[in-house]
Nanobody
Framework: QVQLVESGGGSVQVGGSLRLSCTGT????????MGWFRQTPGKEREGVAV???????AYADSVKGRFTISQDSAKNTLFLQMNNLKPEDTAMYYC????????????????????WGQGTQVTVSS
C-alpha cells in the first residue's frame, strides 16, 4: 500500500524555523518525484518545493533562499527545512509523490502528484 505520513508541523514566531518530515511506504523514492505543497482555505494548493533522484530541487519563488528540500532515499523520507518563516507561510503542508514522472522531470504543479499525505499544519505568528 502506497502511503505518505507527514510530521513536524507546529506554531512558530516570525523568523523562526521548522523542519517537516514525510515517510513513504509501498514505493521507492528513487523512481519518484517528491514534493511539498501547501494550501490555505479558499486557495488552490501550491507547489513549495520538489525533488527527484535525477533532478535538482525546484522551489517556488516565495520560498527560495529560505526553504530547503532534501530526501534520504534509503529511508524513504523527505524533509523540508523552513527558515526565516513569515506569516504568509502559514498553511497546511502536504507531502506528495509523482510515482511516474514524465520524462523524469519533477513539476511544481500539484496535478501531477497522485499520492498525498494527510497534511501537517504550520502556523507563523508575528
Amino acid at each position: 500500500q502506497v502511503q505518505l505520513v507527514e510530521s513536524g508541523g507546529g506554531s512558530v514566531q516570525v523568523g523562526g524555523s521548522l523542519r517537516l518530515s514525510c515517510t513513504g511506504t509501498g514505493f521507492s523514492f528513487n523512481s519518484a518525484c517528491m514534493g511539498w505543497f501547501r494550501q490555505t482555505p479558499g486557495k488552490e494548493r501550491e507547489g513549495v518545493a520538489v525533488i527527484g533522484s535525477r533532478n535538482q530541487p525546484a522551489y517556488a519563488d516565495s520560498v527560495k533562499g529560505r526553504f530547503t528540500i532534501s530526501q534520504d532515499s534509503a529511508k524513504n523520507t523527505l524533509f523540508l527545512q523552513m527558515n526565516n518563516l513569515k506569516p504568509e507561510d502559514t498553511a497546511m503542508y502536504y507531502c506528495a509523490a509523482d510515482l511516474s514522472p514524465s520524462w523524469g522531470v519533477c513539476s511544481l504543479a500539484a496535478r501531477w502528484y497522485t499520492t498525498w499525505g494527510q497534511g501537517t499544519q504550520v502556523t507563523v505568528s508575528s
